[in-house]
């Protein structure tokens, strides 16, 4: 079944039970009144007729004495349409005294009979009922009068015909209007439901065109109100743009991948096609070497982004000391750089403290140093910073190298993203990234609750700022005098190759 027809069914019938519920009040209030109307002129009629009934004794001189009943004038008391009848029910006695019409018999034998046969200590009090006579529904009440050993019953009638017809009537309407309503309520409920369920029509045909055609380009226009199905058509836009803007990622990804994997392929071809021709020499095994370690780092690289977006890769997030991971960082950034006349440095050193992975961290740091030490020719100088500000601990990674474009810088970032001059080869001469040493340092940034961001000017130099929540109080000293000793070490400990061989 469709949404149409159920919202249909389910409003159809919501409304069914609503004007049903609402019929049935109406024709039980109705019904009541009526009766109600009709009891009240039996009670007036019976009422007037016992109140001018009078039953008086004569006797004298301690003779017999007689009861004389004298009823009044039925005619002049009973209302219109009321048949009443007023009978003698002393005894077994049944004896009709008065009637308002031709009816000779009681108009309710049982209630007449149960009149004669109550004791008189129990108090009269009788309701209306109906009775049912030559096929005619009437509306009896019967009731007494016992004055001086007599009892006088009166019973009064009207006849239901009209209150039957009036009511008829009414549940003719009401089911007439009901089938009427629940017709006029599926027609425009259809139409209703066509002008709803129009824009998902048209989403259900734009994914099917696209399952068909592969057209992520796809859009849906919207010139409806600003309701939930504006919302929805939002979204779907919103992501058809996420879909194409990942789907033209993964076919770069794979290119890339593809570009990245093939080069140290074919040169471990080529070095294995020299050495079955000529032989094994020591050269060719160094090379084959040097590119399986690069697609190992390609590989572990890949393996750990991926873990990373689909959330298997885990921080193990503890306090620690940001400057005593500086330090670290230092020492093993000299190492890098022992082969390349460049200065490296510490200029900015306060001591912080964080909440932190120290490995990623460690990783994070020493992917930017790679970089600088890849674009930063001879002569040049990197420089670590570590500052803190109020609420957040800010490490630099500063450079002296060729600088990258403004246009270059927004894409930075990116996987397997690389600029032109380092596509050719870095100017250390090797050219051994891949474009993942950044994304991965992005990841670690953004893990850790901060952001990374750069700066440069092409010939001057790059600038990467990385900025995390610390975890220190602003009136704590105590770091800081652990750690000044340590700054000053590290800074009489700059490392530059060029000036050791100057001396």
Not at 34 to 53: C, F, K, P, Q
Not at 226 to 250: A, G, I, K, P, Y
Request: proline share 3%; hydrophobic share 40%; aromatic share 6%.
């Amino acid at each position: 079944m469709t949404i149409r027809s159920k919202l249909i069914l389910w409003y159809s019938s919501l409304l069914a039970v609503i004007l049903l519920v609402f019929g049935v009040g109406l024709f039980g209030i109705t019904r009541y009144v009526l009766i109600s109307s009709v009891d009240g002129a039996l009670h007036r009629t019976v009422g007037e007729v016992l109140r001018n009934t009078h039953v008086n004794s004569y006797g004298e001189f301690g003779g017999p004495v007689s009861v004389v009943v004298l009823i009044p004038e039925i005619d002049l008391l009973h209302a219109s349409g009321v048949i009443v009848q007023v009978w003698d029910g002393t005894a077994d006695l049944r004896l009709l005294r008065a009637s308002s019409s031709d009816f000779e018999e009681p108009m309710n034998h049982a209630a007449l009979q149960h009149e004669i046969d109550r004791p008189a200590r129990l108090t009269n009090a009788s309701l209306p009922n109906d009775v049912y006579i030559n096929g005619t529904q009437w509306r009896i009440l019967t009731q007494s009068l016992e004055r001086s050993g007599k009892r006088i019953i009166v019973q009064a009638a009207i006849p239901l015909d009209m209150v039957n017809r009036a009511t008829q009537g009414l549940l003719g309407v009401l089911v007439v209007s009901v089938i009427f309503a629940l017709t006029a309520s599926i027609v425009l409920g259809w139409a209703l439901t066509n002008r709803a369920l129009k824009p998902i029509d048209a989403i259900t045909r734009a994914a099917s065109q696209i399952a068909r055609t592969e057209d992520l380009s796809t859009r849906l226009p919207w010139s409806g109100p600003m309701d939930e199905l504006e919302r929805l058509t939002s979204v779907f836009n919103h992501m058809m743009n996420r879909l194409e803007h990942l789907f033209s990622v993964q076919k770069r990804f794979v290119a890339d991948v593809s570009h990245e994997l093939r080069t140290p392929l074919t040169a471990i071809k080529g070095h294995l096609e020299l050495i079955k021709r000529y032989g094994m020499d020591a050269e060719s095994l160094e090379a084959c070497e040097s590119e399986v370690d690069r697609m190992s780092r390609l590989i572990t690289d890949l393996l750990l982004l991926a873990k990373a977006d689909y959330g298997g890769l885990t921080l193990n997030l503890e306090p620690l000391d940001l400057d005593t991971i500086i330090s670290e960082v230092y020492r093993e950034a000299r190492v890098l750089a022992k082969d390349r006349s460049l200065k490296l440095t510490i200029h900015d050193f306060e001591p912080v403290r964080i909440n932190g992975d120290a490995d990623r961290l460690k990783q994070l740091i020493l992917n930017l140093i790679s970089n600088a030490l890849k674009f930063t020719p001879d002569g040049g100088e990197i420089a670590i910073n570590l500052r803190k500000s109020l609420r957040t601990a800010v490490i630099e990674v500063q450079d002296t190298g060729i600088g990258i474009s403004e246009e270059d810088m927004a894409r930075v970032f990116d996987r397997f993203f690389q600029t032109d001059s380092s596509r050719v080869r870095g100017v250390s001469g090797r050219g051994e990234g891949v474009g993942l040493g950044l994304s991965i340092a992005r990841w670690i940034a953004e893990a850790h609750g901060g952001q990374i961001t750069v700066s440069s000017e092409i010939g001057v130099g790059t600038t990467f700022s990385i900025v995390i929540p610390h975890l220190d109080d602003p009136g704590d000293k105590t770091n800081e005098q652990l750690t000044r000793p340590r700054m000053s070490l590290l800074r009489r400990g700059s490392y530059s190759p060029a000036q050791k061989t100057r001396s």
